[in-house]
DNA sequence: TGATGCAAAACTGTCAGCAGTTTTGCCGTA
DNA sequence: TACGGCAAAACTGCTGACAGTTTTGCATCA
């Protein structure tokens, strides 16, 4: 079945507030890396930056702060949210945790074409990665595609949303690097196999290893 | 040593903004029930109900709408999320998930008073119960001292925050009969002496099955 | 009786402005 | 030069108001 294209983010609807157009920005801004963690930003700099009163913008903001990406103390300009080292361990932990669930029932409930459709995508970047042709990073969209296979809808949200999002924000503190790891390939190979094969036990181990060799290798600068 | 009090929702701050106080009233009014699933609210009735104008409620909406616990299309009200039972199958697997990590977590670094008081409060728990003296959540309780004890601050604030909050909306829909299961204590017992044992794959496990148990028992009505 | 259309009421989205707080930048002093 | 202190600037928190949209309730008609 063709999936319905994900969340409710769907982005620039024609009838969308100033609101959330203002919202969908300011997530793009802190996900690119524009605005950095722990920066503070002022709601008027940003309403004129958007061309909009403050009203909007303080909205935004309050969304934001609901999914935890700005934290706001009384009378004080907000702040993006900051992310210690530690933080992005307990992260990964769920991280590994969920995704190895996503696994396991992706192996239930993904269909046949979709595994396929993954499984050659996958080598086809491979081969383009050799070829010094590829940049995009496929680490992300396996697992995004996986977790899109679960058929569990708020596993996908978390995941490919507000985890993904919270965890971009150290990726931005140090010095951004990901992927580009060939063992990586080797193991997502394995897990697409184990999907085929519809062993979800195996892929589930095989994600949760996965993922927590990531932890192990997470860069260790202790600001 | 003695834990930094979970999150920093810091109920009634001394210096709370109306947005804050307006925020944490309309999250209790959904939580406690009085807000049900698929109701419209009106901004304009909530300012008046708190004393301030639409501003700080626009606010707090936001920020609910952050944690998705407020739906709101363009030009109409806001509205408490509606969850269906396939959400709830879908958030308990999540909910297995993790609190599966924060059993193994716990399991190493719980440390051995907290799990000596956790324990003998079940038991007190447990004989209050059978004296009929007894009518607060112990499974809750149980559930939340287990994720602290993970030292996983962002599961706590998951598990016992925003998944809560998610959760406590279909209670409310299929009739809310909170445990009140005889079974559950034996399976809580067993799971506080894994943790006794330092056993974290088997506290894990038990854990894992303890929750799979309650989505087989989940009501069916199908609205 | 039951469907339909319409006007009034209610409500959302947005803005400009005011009061009170924090931050900035400068000036005098040691 | 380095350090407080203070006034101006910047900013947050909140309010009331206005335009445009949705909902409500009534009256009309088949």
Redesign the pocket.
């Known amino acids: 079945m063709a999936q319905k294209l994900s969340t409710d983010m769907d982005s620039a609807s024609e009838t969308a ?5 203002v919202y969908e920005a300011l997530t793009q801004l802190i996900v690119d890396g524009e605005l950095t963690p722990g920066m ?6 940003l ?1 004129t930056r958007f ?6 913008v ?2 935004a903001v309050s969304r934001l702060q609901g999914q935890r990406l700005i934290v ?7 702040r993006i949210a900051s992310i210690e080292r530690g933080d992005v361990v307990q992260l990964f932990q769920m991280r590994a945790a969920l995704e190895g669930l996503a696994c396991r029932l992706a192996a239930e409930t993904m269909s046949d074409a979709d595994i396929a459709a993954l499984e050659s995508d996958l080598e086809r970047w491979h081969a383009a990665l050799k070829a010094g042709t590829a940049d995009d990073i496929p680490e992300l969209d396996v697992h995004r595609r996986i977790a899109a296979g679960s058929g569990n809808r708020w596993l996908v949200e978390w995941l490919s949303g507000d985890l993904y999002r919270l965890l971009s924000l150290y990726r931005r503190k140090s010095g951004d690097r990901p992927g580009r790891r060939p063992a990586a390939h080797d193991e997502h190979w394995q897990i697409v196999r184990a999907l085929r094969s519809r062993d979800g036990d195996l892929a589930e181990s095989l994600m949760t290893s996965h993922i927590e060799r990531a932890i192990a290798r997470l860069p260790h600068l202790d600001s």
């Open positions: 507030s100033h609101a959330d157009r503070a930003v002022s709601e008027a700099q309403a061309g909009c009163s403050r009203g909007p303080r909205e706001q103390a009384p009378n004080l300009r907000p």
